[in-house]
């Protein structure tokens, strides 16, 4: 089943620690997306790519990175965790076929805690 | 630039109530828009869609339609039930050239029986 997901679904470490979310997607979407949703729900646009070996930063400045070497893997990465880091990160991928009205395709979701 | 504004909630409505939630946009080309629903611990889904002006989507009893004239993309359902609450984005997308969705803020939605 073609799907879209993330690991952990929850994450708790302390600060300091090096980290990284995966997001996996089977559907063979080019671009690809993480968002930072605060406690209050909106949504932030940190990083996205439209293809291997392209990222892009988004709308909000993030100590992350990201890396697209695979079309179905766009893992996030901390080097060194702070408890500013606590959040929930969503992870989306979208096709750029003419069909498909650009909807983008969400997973369930990574809540991190830095301690 | 592009951007969604929807209504601050939350809100809280009694089942079988009469749902409204404003959804406005500004655009510098010819936008899709987008409501998605995200439910308790759980990412996003796509609720509906409207690709062109004056187009009505609909999916389990909700609907909203693409007023150009008025840049709005109102969220509407008849009868509200328990099930519904979750937080609701509305969004838009440039039609032309690869650019992301751009989310409102999220309106907050709680029905109680």
């Known amino acids: 089943e073609a799907d879209i997901y993330q690991t952990p679904r929850y994450l708790v470490i302390g600060t300091g620690k090096k980290i990284t979310l995966e997001c996996s997607q089977t559907m063979g979407h080019d671009k690809m997306y993480w968002y930072q949703q605060d406690p209050g729900m909106e949504l932030h646009l940190i990083h996205y790519s439209y293809g291997v070996n392209s990222t892009e930063k988004g709308d909000l400045s993030s100590e992350s990175t990201v890396s697209r070497i695979r079309t179905e893997h766009f893992p996030l990465t901390l080097e060194s965790a702070r408890p500013s880091h606590t959040s929930q990160y969503l992870c989306a991928s979208s096709d750029t076929g003419p069909s498909s009205y650009n909807e983008q395709f969400f997973g369930p979701g990574t809540r991190l805690t830095v301690l | 630039g592009n951007s969604v504004t929807q209504m601050e909630g939350p809100v809280t409505l009694s089942e079988e109530a009469f749902l409204t939630i404003n959804c406005t946009y500004t655009?510098?080309?010819?936008?899709?828009l987008f409501w998605y629903v995200q439910y308790p611990g759980e990412g996003l889904q796509l609720l509906l869609k409207a690709t062109k002006a004056d187009d009505k989507g609909s999916n389990k009893g909700f609907e909203a339609t693409y007023r150009k004239e008025t840049t709005s993309f109102h969220l509407e359902k008849g009868s509200v039930q328990v099930s519904d609450s979750a937080v609701y984005f509305c969004a838009l997308r440039l039609n032309s050239g690869n650019t992301p969705l751009v989310f409102g803020k999220g309106t907050r939605l709680s029905v109680i029986a």
């Open positions: 655009a510098t080309g010819y936008p899709s």
